[in-house]
């Protein structure tokens, strides 16, 4: 869990799940894109640029509702993790929330760099931004670098933060996990945590 100005909750408010989930499920429509647009090959018919494009706007979208997330992080109550929790399993979770948020800036950020420094017009949903930023090949290819390791290492954490997940599910039993599923049956949370604390 990362540092927040107010811990006393028990559970994430609606706003907050909602957009853990969207955003996760944008994340991988954002992956597969990426991952596969970059293999198809050049050429007066080929589906690339429509691709990149695509890829772009998503990805641009994908930042704006990530700074909505973390503005919205700051300003509302977050749960801290249960009393049993170890230090190692706080320090665990601070640390990899903490850099799932900074691949969700970086690869955005780094992506939008070299595209405004790449010889080619930025399409976003069809709408061609203003070439405001002259073509710089180096920065071009450091931007390049730096969004391909960060999207290799952001995949390695997603999967580490899957698995973290399932562990509070199937072996802590916490309710840790309950706490980021949407609440489609009306009962509160923050009674179903207490509830689960008092069993463990
Ligand atoms: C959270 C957002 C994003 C994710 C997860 C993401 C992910 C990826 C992945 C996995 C690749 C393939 C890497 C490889 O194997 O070569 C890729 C490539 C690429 N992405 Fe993104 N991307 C994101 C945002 C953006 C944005 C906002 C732009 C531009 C506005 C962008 C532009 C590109 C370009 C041009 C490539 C081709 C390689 C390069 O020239 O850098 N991406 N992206
Ligand atoms: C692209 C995929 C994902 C990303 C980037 C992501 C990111 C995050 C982040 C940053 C947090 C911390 C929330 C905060 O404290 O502000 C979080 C919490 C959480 N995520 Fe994910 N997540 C992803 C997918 C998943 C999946 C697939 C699961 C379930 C299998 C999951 C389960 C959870 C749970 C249970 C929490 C709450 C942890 C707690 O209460 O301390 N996440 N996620």
């Given at each position: 869990m990362m540092?927040?100005?107010e811990e006393h909750t028990t559970a994430f408010n609606n706003t907050a799940i909602f957009l853990h989930w969207f955003i996760a499920l944008l994340l991988l429509v954002q992956f597969l894109i990426g991952l596969d647009m970059v293999n198809i090959p050049k050429g007066p018919d080929s589906t690339r640029a429509f691709w990149f494009n695509t890829h772009k706007s998503i990805g641009i979208f994908i930042g704006c509702i990530v700074l909505f997330r973390l503005y919205w992080r700051f300003q509302s109550k977050v749960p801290g993790l249960p009393p049993k929790a170890s230090s190692w399993e706080r320090f665990a979770a601070?640390?990899?929330h903490a850099s799932l948020y900074f691949c969700m800036i970086v690869m955005p950020l780094s992506g939008i760099l070299g595209s405004l420094f790449s010889k080619y017009d930025l399409l976003v949903f069809g709408v061609r931004l203003p070439k405001f930023l002259e073509h710089d090949p180096v920065i071009k290819e450091l931007m390049?670098?730096?969004h391909q390791s960060i999207s290799y290492f952001f995949l390695m954490l997603i999967s580490v933060h899957i698995l973290a997940a399932v562990k509070h599910l199937?072996?802590?039993c916490d309710g840790v996990f309950d706490r980021m599923m949407p609440n489609f049956s009306g009962t509160s949370k923050e009674r179903n945590f207490k509830k689960n604390e008092k069993q463990n």
């Open positions: 540092p927040s100005t601070t640390a990899s390049t670098i730096i199937v072996i802590d």
